[in-house]
């Protein structure tokens, strides 16, 4: 049963980053200390920018303690010194300041020291988690959100570099997404490297990838399934070539879905970017991310996979007016373009133009899969109808649905969180804990009529009802779960946290003494 709020099986959130919200100039010139993440076994990274020098000139300052500075981590894009390591002091109190001694000088900190920060989840919450960084691309986020749920993500994080579209209020309900403020400028090394310390203990496995990658699971309906089924005891990094789409020559984006707007490609293998986005698991990863990749613990490996298994789609150049602000004001806040006289924001380059002419191959494969049936159907244990089931299942050629066979206990919570909704169909439960295990997952239930289910459930979630001989009201049921998803789990999993043992136990007590009363039966 669910034990509210300590049990490790609960939603973790990220930490918030507090030093985000101050009212600072994040002038990126300067040197400054500016945040921080936890390290195993008594260290802790900071992070930083503008910090040149020799590492052995380089000391940790955490409170009033100096201490030697254990690794130093250089930018690969630019010159300066991102992150330390550093020895934690056990003396060290909540709000001391964070900070190094670079030379003869302290460096300038807005960072400070949290406990709650350092508190290690005894089992990470979710399977498949994906992070990303962006700025000003909220009209992208539901697209992106509602297909990587679909096929198989737990959960969503984004590294926000300080946009101005309303992006944290737009989506700042949305069940498993998080939006993390994160406001300084060259800094993607730094929020994929926050992003690697504190997902180790919050995600099996994370992507790290921009947020107008779809990854493709193109030998499955899942990129769960294709993970597990690659994954071996040594494999602990998995890359997913990228397919760059042609931005169509269009000068202002289109309003339409970006899958379905955009069905144009070179030929290969001039259509692959050069770089490749990769799933990690993070607690086998060096504390250092390096955009495209991690590098891994000995003696773990990494592979490739074959664009016949995945490969994640790019809509990297959606058309003249997003590229020409991209160049002008720079991915990471600084500019890297000067713009010629003979373009504007209304006129593209020859070279841009000349880029949609190349791409002449029509490729609507990955359109097509985000367009099929949304739904598939896991059915998850075993029994004496499964042969009978599946044969009825060939017969009559029913497509997305799968057998998943028997699990292990341990494992299931892995399958209620990547479902969009848990679907029962016994009359005859007695409590009905696999309903109950499902909303401490955060999914939503589709349950029949029935006595226990009236009194346990239908209080709460009505709209989820349904008589197993009217399938509409099934649909129905389905249908609310996809128009509410963004409060709904949210609302699961507060349910279940009313729950416990006791309760429990009371409740059955409870409707035992209520049957024997109206059937006048005394039990001796």
Request: charged share 20%.
């Amino acid at each position: 049963m669910t034990q509210c709020p300590h049990d490790h099986e609960l939603p973790e959130k990220m930490p918030i980053v507090h030093e985000a919200s101050l009212n600072f100039p994040w002038n990126d010139t300067i040197e400054l200390i500016y945040t921080s993440a936890p390290e195993l076994s008594g260290f802790i990274w900071l992070f930083g920018q503008g910090v040149v020098g020799q590492t052995e000139h380089m000391f940790c300052l955490l409170g009033r303690q100096r201490t030697s500075m254990k690794e130093a981590k250089k930018s690969t894009i630019f010159n300066d010194y991102i992150a330390f390591l550093c020895h934690l002091p056990q003396e060290l109190e909540f709000g001391d300041k964070l900070t190094i001694i670079n030379g003869e000088k302290i460096v300038n900190s807005v960072a400070w020291y949290n406990p709650q920060n350092h508190q290690t989840i005894k089992k990470p919450r979710y399977f498949l988690c994906f992070v990303t960084t962006v700025k000003n691309m909220a009209y992208l986020v539901d697209e992106w959100y509602e297909y990587h749920r679909r096929v198989g993500f737990d959960h969503l994080i984004i590294y926000d570099n300080n946009s101005t579209d309303g992006l944290g209020m737009l989506f700042a309900n949305r069940a498993d997404l998080e939006i993390i403020r994160w406001p300084w400028r060259r800094s993607q090394h730094q929020a994929y490297t926050h992003a690697l310390l504190l997902t180790r203990d919050r995600c099996v496995w994370t992507l790290f990838s921009d947020l107008d990658v779809f990854i493709f699971p193109r030998s499955s309906n899942s990129v769960r399934s294709v993970i597990q089924n690659q994954a071996s005891s040594d494999i602990a990094q998995i890359s997913f070539k990228l397919l760059r789409m042609s931005h169509e020559n269009l000068v202002e984006c289109s309003n339409t879905s970006i899958t379905e707007t955009y069905i144009h490609r070179k030929r290969l293998p001039d259509a692959w970017d050069k770089n490749p986005s990769t799933a990690v698991i993070t607690s086998l990863a060096v504390p250092m991310h390096r955009i495209h990749e991690a590098q891994l613990l000995k003696p773990y490996k990494s592979i490739i996979l074959s664009s016949d298994i995945a490969y994640g789609v790019h809509y990297s150049d959606r058309c003249w007016k997003q590229y020409f602000f991209q160049k002008i004001i720079g991915r990471t806040g600084i500019k890297d373009w000067i713009v010629p006289r003979t373009v504007s924001i209304l006129h593209p380059s020859e070279n841009w133009q000349k880029l949609s002419k190349e791409a002449t191959i029509k490729d609507i494969e990955f359109r097509d899969f985000k367009l099929q049936d949304e739904y598939t159907l896991d059915i998850v244990g075993f029994g004496s109808v499964e042969d009978v089931l599946k044969l009825y299942i060939k017969e009559k050629q029913i497509k997305n649905i799968q057998f998943i066979g028997r699990i292990d206990y341990t494992n299931l919570y892995k399958y209620y969180q990547s479902a969009q909704a848990f679907i029962c169909t016994n009359l005859n439960e007695t409590y009905g804990f696999t309903l109950l295990e499902s909303l401490s997952c955060g999914t939503p239930i589709i349950y029949p009529k029935c006595p226990v289910f009236e009194k346990l459930y239908k209080p709460y979630f009505p709209q989820l009802e349904y008589d197993i001989n009217n399938n509409k009201e099934f649909i129905n049921a389905l249908k609310y779960i996809q128009k509410n998803d963004k409060n709904l789990r949210q609302l699961c999993r507060a349910h279940a946290c009313q729950y416990s043992w006791k309760k429990a136990t009371e409740e059955l007590v409870s409707l035992y003494q209520n049957i024997v009363a109206n059937h006048e039966t005394k039990i001796f």
